[in-house]
């Protein structure tokens, strides 16, 4: 049984071996042949010349693409950074939650604190653009506008306190009277 499972393979072997000694016999077809196999080679190589630029032009890509990425990100970090010292010489006051995840904040920039602290405050959010300046009464909890103003326009003094949460008052007593009481 295994002789006979064998015989197909044989017969094909037998057949390919005289396909090629067949060529083998003929100057033109082994001639024809090396040309092609020459051909190939050829193309081999400039394939792999080909494949080797598109390499490098991508990797040039990817770095181009990380350095653009890390410019962004240097640019984002320096904006952060400039947002930030202009609080650095302020105090925050309150966040004032307006709606999901929008919020208004409130800072104190102490003028001067003797006799009684004089500040200007700034509330700055989605629905405020507030800049005023107050003085503190730390004796009796009492306080005193000198001007407001709510995106430039300016308020009158006896309507500042509309526009200022009360935790922003209730903060600036806190912070700044402490040591006065």
């Not at 020459?38 to 190589?45: A, D, K, N, P, W």
């Not at 490098?56 to 240097?74: L, M």
């Not at 309150?94 to 208004?104: A, F, K, L, T």
Request: a negative charge; proline letters at 5%; glycine letters at 8%.
């Amino acid at each position: 049984m295994t002789t006979r499972k064998r015989e197909p393979v044989r017969q094909v072997g037998r057949a390919f071996r005289s396909i090629l000694e067949t060529i083998g016999q003929h100057p033109l077809a082994t001639g024809f042949l090396a040309i092609v196999g020459l051909l190939g080679f050829g193309v081999s190589v400039a394939g792999f010349s080909i494949d080797r630029q598109e390499a490098e032009a991508t990797t040039e890509q990817i770095t181009d693409v990380q350095s653009s990425i890390a410019s962004v990100s240097s640019k984002l970090e320096e904006e952060r950074n400039q947002a930030l010292s202009a609080y650095q010489d302020g105090v925050f006051l309150y966040e004032d939650p307006i709606e999901g995840v929008y919020s208004n904040f409130w800072t104190g920039y102490l003028m001067r604190m003797e006799p009684s602290p004089h500040l200007t405050i700034r509330g700055e959010g989605k629905t405020v653009e507030f800049s005023g300046v107050i003085t503190l009464n730390c004796e009796n909890g009492r306080y005193y506008w000198d001007n407001g103003s709510d995106f430039g326009t300016p308020i009158p003094e006896d309507e500042i306190d509309n526009y200022v949460p009360q935790p922003v008052h209730r903060a600036l007593h806190r912070i700044f009277c402490w040591d006065k009481q």
